[in-house]
């Protein structure tokens, strides 16, 4: 409950002017409830001037109002309102329908409508191409402008696919958008393309076409544009791996692309934090990035003229949400940490001194002991470092013997440094566990090369890594029984639950929520099976690489488990299928393998449900006390023991 309840931060902005800030939260009361409120504060005296759980504002793009919509007489009312005042406007009424973003000049509109694409038949249904299975695949968005001074609406894209905003000029004169084009017989599947439209002509020009650019932003002047891609894209100039390996695509870098002589710059290739964010600042024209570092989530800027980058000092390890004003040398962020929770913080970018706006880890955290957090790295048979970290139980006694919990990477990104997530630590470690997160070859944020091992390799070299870690962990730490370790994770994480077991026999107990056991299976049937194996699966498909799709799919090597395991799995899962836990927990029934196969009805890849959450965490705490406390009683009370 503490991980759950109570009020978090959700977004921060502050005015152009830097003189207010606008916070947005979100609380949740015990059983799932939810309410969410804004609050306007002026940065000088910290004075709450506005709250609102009624309407959604933003910030206007240069005059430092507020605007929301709301209902009218005459439909929907677009207002501004002046925060010192409170004294409101209505800009337009009557307005359309739809997501849509301010010019920079104030005066137009841009909107995202969606078009619901042709109904498929109740009875029969044709699948054109594999995404058709996705609810709500066939419906399109597309650009229009609505200007202010004359409530004209006008159309501005069209096509067979979505179109999508990135940015507008600081003048309002140009249009980013890209849109996709299906290439299913060549990874990674589409190509993205970026346009620009002149908006006073509606002419428009095709910059780019890559399938590893993801979206756009103008620089302040509009004549350079940053580009997040892969460092695939400009046919691979921002590669910084070894021979032989192929990109990690979730390795995000930055590009800066001159339109005029066609020129990209990989300005991140040397640099090994995994680009996530980025905000090209009108004010001091400086290029914010955020990305993963390691198992951190930290604040970079970039000066676009010499390529520098450079680190901005935060006091949390994890950063959430930041701003930035246009006008003052100030920032504003959020985060937290492996031992508390949320705090608010502003930055003056000159002096880069800090000071804490908002503790609400303080609230939440009250009368709670956690353990101590200790990081501990290993050099691996390879010789690479393999980072990690471990938590201690509250009142740790280092004569005594505690039993471990091993927690590794789902899908590519590393276990973060937060104290609130899908799998709480300290709550681990508050039941009495030691937990190693260890972040072994394939995850992001330690640099291209070490990313690129995750591709075409399912377990390879990463399962090696953990056990290698578990082992010397438990070598240099006398206060871990070794006949009592356990192991978890989802997705991916998953996969390597079971694969791990396909290996060695060092866990005493298992779990695998969502995980995949046969590639083949998950790369055909999943929502986003192929597509995710155009990362993990470069180029590779079971007709030609059968040895990788078999022998490292742990249904292939189940006879070797021994491993009592739990399969976890969301009934709806879109992203890998329930099937993957059903085949396995078969496959160890008969076996006659010790298992259990809890399915969580109505979930998704994630659960999400307040109860059904609580419920879920409970049921991995029950599994471990059964098979690394010898205490079968929680599980035994949660799921009796019945006739066959």
């Known amino acids: 409950s503490d991980v759950f309840d109570g009020t978090r931060f959700r977004s921060v902005s502050l005015s152009p002017n830097g003189k207010y800030l606008l916070t947005a939260y979100q609380t949740t009361y015990p059983g799932g409830d939810t309410e969410s409120f804004q609050q306007v504060t002026d940065r000088a005296t910290g004075q709450v001037l506005m709250e609102s759980n009624n309407h959604h504002y933003s910030w206007m793009p240069r005059s430092n109002r507020l605007y929301y919509t709301r209902k009218g007489m005459q439909g929907k009312e677009l207002v501004t309102i002046d925060p010192a005042t409170q004294a409101e406007e209505v800009l337009a009424h009557n307005l359309p329908d739809g997501w849509f973003n301010f010019a920079p000049t104030e005066d137009f509109l841009l909107f995202n409508i969606t078009e619901e694409g042709p109904k498929k038949g109740e009875d029969l249904q044709e699948i054109l191409v594999p995404d058709d299975r996705q609810p709500g695949w066939r419906t399109r968005s597309f650009i229009h402008k609505y200007d202010l001074a004359t ?96 990109s990690n695509m979730a390795d995000g870098q930055l590009f800066l692309y001159d339109p005029a002589s066609k020129q990209a710059n990989p300005v991140t290739k040397d640099f090994n934090p995994s680009v996530q964010n980025f905000v090209w600042n009108k004010g001091d024209k400086q290029i914010y990035l955020q990305g993963e570092d390691k198992d951190c989530v930290r604040l970079y800027v970039l000066n676009p003229s010499t390529g520098k980058i450079l680190p901005i000092p935060l006091k949390e390890d994890i950063l959430s949400d930041f701003t930035i004003a246009e006008t003052t040398p100030e920032l504003v962020y959020f985060g937290e940490s492996a031992s508390n929770s949320q705090r608010l913080y502003s930055i003056n970018l000159k002096k880069n001194t800090s000071v804490c706006l908002k503790d609400l880890s303080a ?231 010790p298992t259990a196969f809890v399915q969580v009805v109505g979930q998704n890849h994630q659960i999400l449900d307040y109860k059904k959450r609580a419920e879920w965490n409970k049921t991995i705490y029950a599994w471990f006390a059964k098979w690394l406390k010898d205490q079968p009683e929680w599980w035994n009370a949660m799921y009796p023991e019945k006739a066959l």
């Open 151 to 246: 409530g004209v609406f006008q159309r501005l894209t069209y096509g067979h696919t979505s179109t999508s905003i990135n940015d507008i000029s600081d003048d309002g004169r140009y249009l980013l958008f890209t849109c996709s084009e299906r290439e299913l017989t060549k990874r990674p599947f589409s190509t993205t393309l970026l346009y620009r439209m002149d908006l006073q002509t509606l002419e428009t020009e095709l910059l780019l076409k890559d399938p590893f650019i993801s979206y756009a932003q103008f620089s302040p002047d509009g004549k350079m544009l940053a580009i997040a891609a892969s460092g695939e894209a400009f046919n691979k100039i921002g590669l910084k791996i070894a021979p032989g390996q192929t």
């Open 363 to 593: 609230g939440i955290l009250k009368d709670v002991i956690l353990g101590e957090v200790h990081d501990w790295n290993f050099r691996a048979a390879a010789g690479d470092t393999i980072y990690g970290r471990y938590y201690l139980p509250p009142h740790f006694d280092p004569n005594k013997k505690y039993p471990l919990i091993v927690n590794y990477y789902g899908g590519t990104s590393p276990t973060e440094r937060s104290l609130e997530n899908r799998y709480p630590s300290h709550v681990y470690a508050a039941l009495g566990y030691i937990v190693y997160i260890i972040q072994p070859s394939g995850a992001t944020g330690f640099g291209q090369e070490f990313s690129a091992r995750h591709v075409n390799a399912w377990g390879l070299r990463t399962g090696d890594e953990i056990i290698e870690g578990t082992k010397k962990f438990c070598a240099e730490h006398n206060f871990v029984d070794t006949k009592k370790i356990g192991c978890i994770g989802a997705s991916y994480g998953g996969f390597m639950t079971q694969y791990l077991q396909t290996k060695t026999d060092i866990f005493a107990a298992a779990i695998s929520h969502a995980g995949i056991s046969d590639i083949t299976s998950y790369w055909g049937e999943g929502y986003w099976g192929y597509s995710y194996s155009a990362l993990a699966s470069a180029n590779s498909y079971p007709w030609n690489a059968r040895d990788m799709y078999t022998l490292q799919s742990p249904l292939f090597n189940a006879d070797k488990i021994n491993t009592p395991i739990l399969f976890l799995h969301g009934t709806v899962d879109t992203n890998v299928p329930v099937g993957e836990s059903i085949q396995m927990f078969t496959a160890l029934k008969l076996l006659g393998k």
